[in-house]
């Protein structure tokens, strides 16, 4: 596979935060790779040092995109060289109508035909928003809202799309229609690195996952691997090993006998 995007020994600061600490990471293409974390390892951290959003550049490492150096352009270059980013919680534009938060997703284009083309894919996607079209942003749903957002992303045509946190504030049935969607993204050729802190989903739709604490990497390896690891069944995904069910038991059965 090709190298997309690598990530080499980064560091960098947020908010007077040593928020990443030497972080390697390889995005190939045509892959769904997941950071997993809880809150505050960094998970966003990485996104937003990517796309040239902090104040302050990595103070250490280098990232490059198809190639090219990207650390410390700005962020319409680096959407203009093919990435795109759905924030953490949407940020979609309330006042203008849904129909023109898609438009801003294409602003760098002027392939009218093109755009007209994607238009009617995204609404393939995601029917509501064409139900939805004439509607201002601010009174749609936050699920709708979370599908307008990536709508938007994909308005740019991008060759990786970044999503911070897709399944944050959405019911179980919404997250499940968001990830296959994401997956389907994925199958049309769209490479997608993607941070979730619900580990199931993200391991579940993706080929590569990491593990970030405290603005390190701990723990790499194929998603379906690590689907499989009793940490992070444990840890994070809220599956009790066996040694530690055995324990609760015990415990069930000592207290039970008081």
């Given at each position: 596979m090709?190298?997309l995007?690598e990530?080499?020994?980064?560091?960098?600061f947020?908010?007077?935060?040593y928020?990443?600490?030497?972080v390697?990471l390889?995005?190939?293409?045509?892959?769904i790779?997941?950071?997993?974390?809880n809150?505050?390892?960094?998970?966003?951290?990485?996104?937003?040092?990517v796309?040239?959003l902090?104040?302050?550049?990595p103070?250490k490492?280098?990232?490059?995109?198809?190639g090219?150096?990207i650390?410390?352009k700005?962020?319409?270059v680096?959407?203009r060289?093919?990435i795109s980013?759905?924030?953490?919680?949407?940020?979609?534009f309330?006042?203008?109508s849904v129909?023109?938060?898609?438009l801003?997703?294409a602003?760098i284009r002027?392939d009218r035909?093109?755009?007209?083309k994607?238009?009617?894919k995204?609404?393939?996607y995601f029917?509501?928003?064409?139900?939805?079209?004439?509607?201002w942003?601010?009174t749609?749903?936050?699920?709708?809202q979370?599908?307008?957002?990536?709508g938007?992303a994909?308005?740019n045509?991008?060759?990786?799309?970044?999503?911070?946190?897709?399944?944050l504030?959405?019911?179980p049935l919404?997250?499940?229609?968001?990830?296959?969607?994401?997956s389907?993204i994925?199958e049309?050729?769209v490479?997608?690195l993607?941070?979730?802190?619900n580990a199931?989903?993200a391991l579940?739709?993706s080929h590569?996952g990491?593990?970030l604490?405290?603005?390190?990497?701990?723990m790499?390896g194929k998603?379906e691997?690590l689907?499989?690891d009793?940490?992070v069944q444990?840890?994070?995904?809220g599956?009790?090993s066996?040694?530690?069910a055995?324990g609760?038991q015990?415990?069930k059965?000592?207290?039970?006998?008081?």
């Amino acid at each position: 596979m090709t190298a997309l995007l690598e990530i080499k020994n980064i560091e960098t600061f947020y908010r007077l935060i040593y928020a990443l600490r030497g972080v390697s990471l390889t995005v190939e293409e045509g892959t769904i790779t997941a950071i997993l974390g809880n809150n505050g390892a960094g998970k966003s951290t990485i996104l937003k040092t990517v796309m040239g959003l902090l104040d302050d550049q990595p103070d250490k490492g280098t990232i490059e995109f198809m190639g090219k150096r990207i650390d410390g352009k700005d962020p319409e270059v680096i959407v203009r060289m093919g990435i795109s980013y759905v924030p953490e919680g949407r940020e979609v534009f309330e006042e203008l109508s849904v129909r023109e938060n898609l438009l801003m997703g294409a602003y760098i284009r002027r392939d009218r035909d093109g755009i007209r083309k994607d238009f009617e894919k995204i609404y393939s996607y995601f029917p509501v928003l064409k139900e939805r079209s004439d509607q201002w942003a601010g009174t749609l749903s936050g699920g709708e809202q979370q599908m307008l957002a990536i709508g938007r992303a994909l308005m740019n045509r991008p060759k990786l799309l970044f999503l911070d946190e897709p399944s944050l504030g959405l019911s179980p049935l919404l997250v499940k229609a968001i990830f296959n969607i994401i997956s389907k993204i994925n199958e049309e050729g769209v490479t997608i690195l993607l941070v979730e802190q619900n580990a199931r989903m993200a391991l579940n739709i993706s080929h590569v996952g990491l593990i970030l604490e405290n603005g390190r990497f701990v723990m790499k390896g194929k998603s379906e691997d690590l689907m499989r690891d009793r940490d992070v069944q444990e840890f994070y995904m809220g599956v009790r090993s066996e040694e530690s069910a055995k324990g609760y038991q015990r415990w069930k059965r000592k207290k039970r006998w008081r």
